[in-house]
């Protein structure tokens, strides 16, 4: 809509007397450039890859050591660290396009928050069933805590996120109205 003092859309707000420039009109959100999206899923990725290796290589090492542990029956001998950090990329980029669209509330912590817990489930509970089924490594007990660690590390990739980006992909619509009481969305 335009306003005859305002030919650019309205670019420009009139509030007691002082002018101020609004950010361009994208439905509420700002724009989150492709490059910026890149950089994001490196940091959530080095999130989960951290927390990751503090939870295998750390707390639950007698559990995966290659001559105690039954993980060490199926592991290899030299793990591939292309594949590994392919995988961290991969599931912190899917989460980094998928966090502007999912809704867990209105607070950007609680979207990061939700996000993390259902890319934990999605990711890990079928693969964990699979495992089950096909190995003799998750079994029980080992399993229940392989689902909870996920759902703490994916939820810190959430939570990363939200600091990262949610204000920017969060933001709600707000109105602001001229002095002859046209309104514009922003």
Do not use: C
Request: no cysteine.
């Amino acid at each position: 809509m335009n306003h005859p003092q305002y030919p650019d859309q309205a670019r420009r707000v009139a509030h007691r007397g002082a002018t101020r420039e609004l950010p361009p009109a994208s439905g509420g959100r700002r724009k989150i450039t492709f490059a910026r999206r890149i950089g994001v899923a490196v940091v959530v990725a080095a999130v989960m890859l951290t927390l990751n290796s503090l939870w295998y290589a750390v707390l639950m090492r007698g559990f995966y050591d290659r001559d105690t542990g039954s993980w060490g029956a199926i592991a290899r001998d030299n793990p591939s660290m292309l594949f590994i950090l392919l995988s961290f990329l991969t599931l912190a980029g899917l989460m980094t396009i998928a966090y502007p669209h999912v809704s867990f509330g209105r607070s950007r912590w609680t979207r990061g928050l939700g996000l993390g817990i259902m890319a934990a489930l999605i990711f890990i509970v079928p693969a964990s069933f699979y495992y089950f089924g096909t190995t003799d490594i998750l079994v029980g007990e080992v399993m229940v805590a392989d689902i909870g660690w996920h759902l703490i590390e994916e939820s810190a990739a959430g939570l990363t996120l939200a600091a990262l980006i949610g204000r920017d992909a969060s933001q709600q619509t707000e109105e602001v109205r001229f002095p002859d009481g046209v309104g514009v969305a922003r």
